[in-house]
């Protein structure tokens, strides 16, 4: 089974943001293959989360990571 890309984002977003480690912006911008049209899904889907569910820290430290990650691959030359 192919999981989408925004999912996959979604997911490890979460897990980064329940038990931090060391790479995952990287590995959020490896997901999403340094484009930035899967990482704004992703920004999307979160902020639609925390709408139903103000109160969903574990959403609210995933969306702080995939802010970082669309900072990062704005800043990278030769991604877009």
Not at 55 to 73: K, N
């Amino acid at each position: 089974m192919n999981t989408p890309p925004v999912d996959r984002i979604v997911e490890r977003a979460v897990r980064a943001a329940t038990s931090p480690g060391a790479g995952a912006i990287e590995e959020l911008i490896d997901i999403a293959q340094g484009h930035r049209a899967p990482l704004e899904a992703a920004h999307t889907v979160l902020v639609e989360r925390l709408y139903r569910r103000p109160d969903d820290f574990d959403a609210t430290g995933a969306l702080l990571l995939v802010i970082r990650a669309l900072q990062q691959v704005g800043h990278m030359p030769g991604r877009s």
